[in-house]
């Protein structure tokens, strides 16, 4: 056999072989990056608070989609709870005006995707009150633990 023959034979091996370990390094990446079935769901959430409607509304800006029904969530008025707590879903709650809007709707489809927003309008029955320039913070929680902190000023 020539050396030119046995080299075009050594090149090929070496091709496959980083062919292979390249496509061994994406795919330990790839299944590193991806949550694995019992990890904690990522989703990015955003707060936006309207006193001249008394309405909060979340948007899913994107991630996991999220199960409604076993999301909780916890409002604060310049530090202070709201009386009646928002429990998602629902279509009419003490301290708060009608149904929801989106997800947090007993009529929707139970999942909160990237892109839909969830409103609840404050009844003037809860306390402390939505006024112009108040901090409200909302903590999220998705089966007991902490999904997202947030804060909007009125």
């Excluded at 072989?17 to 769901?41: Q, W």
């Excluded at 309008?121 to 633990?145: F, H, I, M, W």
């Amino acid at each position: 056999m020539s050396a030119r023959a046995l080299s075009s034979v050594i090149g090929v091996v070496l091709l496959v072989a980083v062919t292979v370990l390249t496509a061994a390094a994406v795919g330990v990446t790839v299944l590193d990056a991806a949550p694995a079935d019992g990890s904690p769901t990522r989703a990015a959430l955003e707060l936006r608070a309207e006193a001249s409607t008394d309405r909060l509304t979340l948007r899913h800006r994107g991630g996991d989609t999220v199960p409604v029904s076993d999301l909780r969530l916890r409002v604060r008025i310049d530090g202070r709870q709201l009386a009646h707590q928002p429990r998602v879903p629902f279509f009419a709650a003490t301290g708060f005006d009608s149904g929801p809007t989106g997800p947090f709707n007993t009529a929707a489809d139970g999942r909160w995707q990237a892109g839909e927003r969830a409103s609840v309008q404050l009844a003037n029955t809860n306390d402390p009150p939505l006024e112009p320039g108040s901090r409200v913070s909302v903590d999220v929680y998705l089966d007991g633990k902490k999904l997202a902190a947030l804060e909007a000023t009125a």
